[in-house]
């Protein structure tokens, strides 16, 4: 099978192979489980080498006959294939980056490692015969390969060489990558192995956190797997008229609905089990979040019985019509027939990934960006923005409870109903409500992460539908940066932990679908559950099991000012009242300038190198009342300055929907910019927040009272670039690029990058290969 008109075989297409040779080698060892394989690439000029030094390295698929169970993080990554270099020569033009003392790396993997969930496909070439071929599970491999291609789900690509090495050896490696990064069955994860070897030991903990726990930071997330996560929930949101409902219990009427979930309370129980029936999924209408002016927000699934549609619709809507306290009507939002499907999603993102990926990456910039624009990416994420922003007038403005209807209920209600909540409620523009919204409408509501994820290589119902609700959320914070306490890092870092296969977070298609397969594996591997409904995976909030403290500290945003902070003033507490006008009208930017309702035709020229999308303004069209009412409302919005506090709106022109260049551009080395880039001013306004940090510690002190004792006053800062003394070195620092915290090398396969050969890589070494597949390659 070739790779035909894939987008990723037009890409290839245009990379010439490299020819150079230099020495290398395989080590193999028995081994015992291939769930815990990853594969790792060593990068032509890392930061780890200095000049004039020889690196040594080595490229091994090893397992020990009697493995240590896993005791932290870096367990996952034993047994491994590893895939190394040895290189002989001194590096030409070093750059001062590489000398830096930096170090932001992942606590789970190397600085290159590649985990197996992440690989999206395996591309095998011989140079002489002019072959390749994609590799899948169960395939045979009839040419010896001379190059190895591993495209990754992140934009990242990893080529090796394999010039004189034997030809046998490296078909074989070939074929065991492919066979081990598609595993055909959930439980061949990596998850269940670590989980399953913690279980043996007695052990509850990984890395000194317990397995489910949501920490990781200075406040616990909610997980919203018990009735009282649920009930605070409604608490903070003040919902009167709302209970929570505990009929699924043990997934008895939904399996893709949490075991606890909110419901109107004029709605019994006994109702709710008749009505259930005719939904799709059985996912009946829940709750998802309540206005301070009693308007709900609602997600439900479609009806499928026509029959009983009108007389279930009716009940429904009249019971969310008494749970308000006006009895308001109940405004209703078909998902379905207002925003792109999730098969428009997934062409658009693989149009966008082979926009980033081919080479060369840009011809000129009016074609890059008519590429861009054709590929109707940002088009999608101005849509979800604009409909979401609609429903907050209707639930804010107009006072009305709204319904979001969707075929099934498990993917486009999942943004728009978390874009409505980030936009109305600023405790979900906190990182810990931030990780509670996605717990509560994506994980507890039955997203389905493993399919569309594609953990098991499944490409028919792969979608990025997780990641373009990060990208809206991404545009909001890049407009009103002011308002979100996390920053783009943090949600760069959120979208990479999908691709873990280690956090139960992001691995199920439903909580009911984790209990089942964890407790069918524990019976398979004699574990005793106890009480436990299910294995208890590592959760992927808690941060600890990632990434140090120090690194942490970058998914703080200096922007962010939070409330009031109280001080101490002649023995009297005090508070610093920050109004909106000094702050929100420097950090948001000016609004757009508005004429009759449109953008001028300056803010219609994007400047260059600016990755925005140049529109035209649409024609004035007749409105009705509702229309001009939702236009007012908005004009409003823009013309004062945002509420940090309270609602925030996006502008939905052209000039500020924009491309996530952090997210899209970290491995393209001809997008980086050294000591450039949005990172420049994090850094300056950096220092500055923790100068005004370090003055208002002082402030909050008595006057001539004793200094305080060792505590919370006296931690270590929140954000990573620190103010230092007067004798700390002036200026940005060397290591930062466009592309910070993220490795600056880009790509192994650009043009503008040295090769990564594996020359005699697999010379003299003894292939273990565990299946019988793998043994039949001819």
């Known amino acids: 099978m070739g790779l035909g008109s894939s987008p990723l075989g037009r890409a290839l297409r245009r990379v010439p192979a490299r020819q150079l040779a230099r020495p290398g080698w395989l080590q193999t060892e028995p081994g015992q489980s291939h769930r815990e394989l990853s594969a790792r690439g060593r990068r032509e000029a890392g930061p780890g080498p200095r000049p004039g030094r020889t690196e040594q390295a080595a490229a091994s698929c090893s397992r020990s006959s009697r493995p240590d169970p896993p005791s932290g993080p870096t367990s996952c990554r034993r047994p491994r294939l590893t895939i190394r270099l040895i290189r002989n020569r001194k590096l030409k033009n070093w750059s001062p980056f590489f000398c830096q003392k930096f170090h932001y790396r992942n606590l789970l993997l190397g600085e290159h490692d590649v985990p197996l969930t992440c690989i999206e496909q395996i591309v095998t070439l011989n140079d002489h015969k002019r072959k390749q071929k994609v590799l899948g599970p169960n395939q045979k491999l009839k040419f010896n390969p001379t190059e190895l291609i591993i495209y990754c789900k992140d934009f990242r690509i990893v080529r090796f060489r394999f010039d004189e090495s034997g030809p046998e050896s490296a078909k074989k490696v070939c074929l065991a990558i492919a066979h081990y990064s598609q595993p055909t069955d959930l439980q061949l994860l990596f998850a269940f192995e670590y989980v399953g070897k913690k279980y043996h030991n007695s052990a509850s903990k990984a890395n000194g956190a317990p397995l ?12 919203f797997e018990t009735y009282s996560d649920w009930d605070r929930e409604v608490k903070r949101t003040g919902a009167s008229g709302w209970r929570v409902c505990s009929i699924n219990e043990g997934y008895m009427i939904s399996t893709c609905l949490p075991e606890y979930f909110v419901v109107p309370s004029s709605l019994a129980d006994q109702d709710l089990k008749v009505f259930s029936h005719s939904f799709v999924g059985r996912r009946m209408p829940f709750w998802c979040w309540s206005h301070s002016n009693g308007s709900a927000l609602v997600r439900t699934a479609l009806i499928r019985d026509v029959l009983q549609q009108r007389k279930i619709e009716q009940r429904i809507c009249n ?3 008494k749970s308000h306290p006006q009895r308001n009507d109940v405004y209703k939002s078909d998902l379905d027939k207002t925003l792109p499907n999730i098969q428009d999603i997934q062409v658009a ?7 980033c990926v081919n080479e060369p990456f840009e011809e000129t910039e009016e074609k890059w960006l008519s590429s861009l624009e054709n590929t109707r990416w940002l088009e999608y994420v101005r849509a979800f923005l604009k409909h979401a922003a609609e429903l907050v007038y209707v639930l804010e403005s107009k006072r009305l409870s709204v319904v979001l209807q969707e075929e099934e209920g498990r ?20 990182i810990t409500g931030f990780q509670s919204l996605i717990q509560k409408e994506w994980v507890m509501a039955g997203y389905p992460f493993l399919d569309r994820c594609n953990h098991l290589k499944r490409s028919e119902k792969e979608a990025p539908v997780f990641l373009l609700f990060l990208d809206t959320t991404w545009q909001l914070l890049e407009q009103c940066p002011a308002a979100f306490e996390f920053s783009e890092t943090y949600l760069a870092v959120l979208h990479d932990s999908t691709r873990v296969a280690l956090f139960g977070t992001f691995l199920f298609n439903s909580p009911h679908q984790r209990m089942q397969q964890s407790t069918e594996f524990a019976i398979s591997k004699n574990i005793q559950l106890g009480d436990e409904k299910g294995l208890k995976f590592p959760s992927v909030w808690d941060w600890s099991l990632q990434f140090t403290p120090k690194d942490r500290t970058l998914f703080h945003n200096p922007f962010y000012i939070g409330k009031s902070t109280p001080c101490v003033q002649n023995g009297s507490v005090k508070s610093f009242k920050r109004t909106k006008k000094s702050y929100s009208s420097t950090l948001r930017g000016m609004p757009a300038s508005l004429k009759n309702g449109i953008i001028s035709e300056e803010e219609l020229r994007p400047r260059r190198n600016s990755l ?9 069209e007749t409105r009705d009342s509702q229309d001009w009412g939702a236009e007012r409302f908005f004009q409003e919005r823009a013309s004062r300055p945002a509420d940090l506090h309270g609602t925030i709106l996006p502008h939905l022109s052209g000039a500020h929907i924009k491309l996530w260049k952090l997210c899209y551009f970290r491995w ?11 990172i420049t001013a994090f850094h300056k306004l950096s220092l500055l927040a923790d100068e005004v940090d370090v003055l208002s510690r002082a402030l909050r002190q008595p006057r001539g009272g004793p200094m305080p004792a060792p505590g919370p006053e006296l931690a270590p800062s929140r954000l990573y670039f620190c103010a230092g003394g007067p004798h700390d070195a002036p200026g940005t620092p060397d290591f930062l690029s466009s ?26 070494a003894k292939i273990w290969l565990s299946t019988e597949t793998l043994a039949n390659e001819d």
């Open 212 to 223: 489910g726990a949501g920490g990781g930071g200075s406040q616990k997330t909610p997980l």
């Open 319 to 321: 019971a969310i019509t």
């Open 349 to 355: 993102f693989v149009k966008l990934k082979q926009l």
């Open 411 to 430: 993917d486009l209600s999942c943004i728009i109903a978390s874009l409505v909540q980030v936009m109305l409620d600023p405790y979900f523009r906190t």
């Open 612 to 620: 925005i999308l140049q529109v035209k303004p649409a024609p004035l």
């Open 668 to 678: 393209v080395p001809e997008a980086q910019i050294q000591h450039g880039g949005f």
């Open 739 to 764: 592309s910070f915290p993220f490795s600056p090398v880009g790509n192994l396969c650009r043009r503008s990058i040295s090769g990564t050969p594996l020359s005699k890589f697999l010379s003299g």
